[in-house]
């Protein structure tokens, strides 16, 4: 009855190939335990705000409202449903800069527990962003007034917005789980993100549209442009709610689809194989 | 006899440098020896028997610590292998997976599952974890209203609540009020006895005395000796010398 368990290493070095599917294996094993961390950063941000979950609602609402203002005076009123494309662009953008950071610090943000019990450390990169996809999902119900206001109605394009966003958490997730590790190793990486996401703001199609930019842009900036993965991510959640339909050339469209998918394998594989020698660094 | 943890030439270090390129290095080139680290665990071989209670003694910094930690697979050995049969639970710091904002059910729930536990599990040990904490109806409070010794008294009620097949005690005796003590200290016993196999660390040499089998005896990172427990803390002693 005692040989039962074979002896086994408890934290065995995993081949780089395999570090994916062990990555996703763990998701689906320790699912329990990914909902419970996601109930406690939920729980922890919120419970003691007395308009809670409010805020999830508001901090978009009224940030638009501020961009909204200060762009109109700068550019114009550019277009009619403007103030919609601001406010879809700085929740999605949210979503992605705080779930990128959220995982980029995951481990070494992780340092009390990591060292006290052992549990695989993929949960803590895993459960921020599910966090965050679940604020930002709520916040995204502040665009039904705008919607209302503009009289914008949603259609068939809806789809659009689910891509949108699983896209955005896909490339966070990925991007930060090849970062994380090193930021362990020195905090340097988490402090030049938060710059690259405050750039990444302004060079993404948060404030300016997709549109915008292929009316004014030259023919051969526009390929440069379309290097930064999150244009379509940000354009689809806009044509999602505004009705109207989009459409990319194939190849800035599998290359969006491409980063996210290799970044989110190469994370993992990245991860698996560092964070052992990255949790001796904390 | 058959063992339950083999650890055959167990080497540890610690990088000692802060930036990314010798995080780096040090990640892709551990075997390179290297001025900037620090060397945890040297030359470790270690068997522990099946069904027996090994205890750990040695100096404030020695690495029983860190040697509990490369048996529950926080650390992964930079040399040498280690080697566990069935499950390894660590008992140590007993309140750090707690978040002050949710209730202490909530509370059982997140740490039971940072252990390892599943749900059903977790709704199994409830009626045990409420009767052994003594938190009565403060359970379903924010755990930020708790005292520390609630805290305490929480935390080693879920963390006793295991039964792995091997576990790992990390000085965890010294919380709560002296009849708390003396209770947490019979429950710990009481699990010692129950679990197949355990690995204390502990300076009460006492306490070690009354339920170990066997000492090692740790001194800057490496097995001085191992054996029975009153030659052990003979030698401890020697070491001042």
């Known amino acids: 009855m005692k040989d039962k368990f074979p002896l086994e290493e408890p934290n065995p070095t995993v081949p780089f190939l395999k570090g994916p599917h062990l990555f996703l294996g763990t998701i689906i094993s320790e699912w329990y335990l990914i909902q419970n961390m996601v109930r406690r950063d939920l729980k922890g941000r919120y419970s003691r705000a007395s308009i809670g979950f409010g805020w999830i609602f508001l901090e978009p609402l009224l940030?638009?409202?501020?961009?909204?203002?200060?762009?109109?005076?700068?550019?114009?009123?550019?277009?009619?449903?403007?103030?919609?494309?601001?406010?879809?662009?700085?929740?999605?953008?949210?979503?992605?800069?705080?779930?990128?950071?959220?995982?980029?610090?995951?481990?070494?943000?992780?340092?009390?527990?990591?060292?006290?019990?052992?549990?695989?450390?993929e949960i803590l990169a895993i459960s921020p962003v599910l966090s965050q996809l679940w604020i930002s999902v709520i916040s995204l119900t502040a665009v039904i007034p705008v919607m209302w206001y503009l009289g914008v109605m949603p259609s068939t394009t809806i789809w659009m917005l689910p891509v949108a966003l699983i896209l955005t958490s896909m490339l966070a997730l990925g991007f930060g789980l090849i970062f994380a590790p090193l930021n362990a190793f020195s905090q340097d990486v988490s402090h030049l993100f938060r710059f690259i996401i405050r750039a990444g703001f302004f060079l993404s199609p948060v404030m300016w549209t997709y549109e915008m930019m292929i009316a004014r842009a030259p023919d051969n900036w526009v390929n440069i442009i379309m290097l930064n993965p999150m244009v379509i991510p940000l354009t689809y959640a806009r044509h999602g709610l505004d009705g109207t339909p989009i459409e990319f050339e194939v190849t800035h469209l599998l290359y969006c689809v491409g980063v996210a998918v290799l970044s989110l394998l190469i994370g993992m594989a990245i991860f698996k194989r560092l964070e052992s020698k990255a949790v001796k660094h904390l | 006899m058959t063992n339950a943890i083999e650890m055959s030439d167990i080497g540890l270090h610690f990088p000692m440098g802060r930036g990314l390129v010798s995080g780096l290095t040090n990640a892709f080139r551990s075997n390179e020896s290297s001025k900037r680290r620090f060397t945890a665990l040297k030359e470790i071989n270690l068997e522990v028997h099946q069904g027996e209670v090994l205890g750990v003694i040695g100096r404030n910094g020695s690495g029983k610590s860190t040697l509990l930690r490369v048996i529950a697979g926080i650390y992964r050995p930079d040399q040498g292998s280690v080697k566990a049969r069935g499950t390894t639970s660590l008992l140590a710091g007993v309140n750090v997976g707690f978040n002050q904002n949710l209730t202490g059910r909530e509370n059982v729930h997140l740490y039971g599952s940072i252990l390892g536990h599943r749900k059903?599990?977790?709704?199994?040990?409830?009626?045990?974890?409420?009767?052994?904490?003594?938190?009565?109806?403060?359970?379903?409070?924010?755990?930020?209203?708790?005292?520390?010794?609630?805290?305490?008294?929480?935390?080693?009620?879920?963390?006793?609540?295991?039964?792995?097949?091997i576990l790992l005690i990390d000085e965890v005796l010294g919380v709560g009020d002296p009849q708390f003590r003396e209770k947490s200290k019979k429950r710990i016993l009481d699990l010692v006895k129950s679990t197949g196999t355990v690995v204390i660390v502990s300076h009460s040499f006492g306490l070690m005395k009354e339920i170990c089998n066997r000492l090692v005896l740790v001194d800057k990172g490496r097995i001085i000796c191992i054996g029975e427990t009153s030659e052990v803390i003979a030698a401890y002693y020697e070491l001042d010398k």
């Open chain 1, 63 to 121: 940030l638009s409202a501020v961009y909204y203002v200060l762009f109109t005076i700068i550019a114009n009123r550019p277009e009619p449903n403007y103030a919609l494309y601001v406010i879809i662009g700085v929740i999605v953008w949210g979503h992605f800069g705080k779930s990128l950071q959220a995982t980029i610090t995951c481990l070494s943000n992780g340092g009390n527990l990591i060292k006290q019990v052992y549990f695989p450390r």
């Open chain 2, 120 to 165: 059903e599990m977790i709704d199994q040990m409830m009626p045990d974890i409420l009767e052994f904490s003594e938190i009565g109806e403060f359970m379903d409070q924010p755990l930020r209203t708790y005292s520390s010794g609630m805290k305490a008294r929480l935390g080693i009620a879920i963390a006793s609540a295991i039964e792995p097949e």
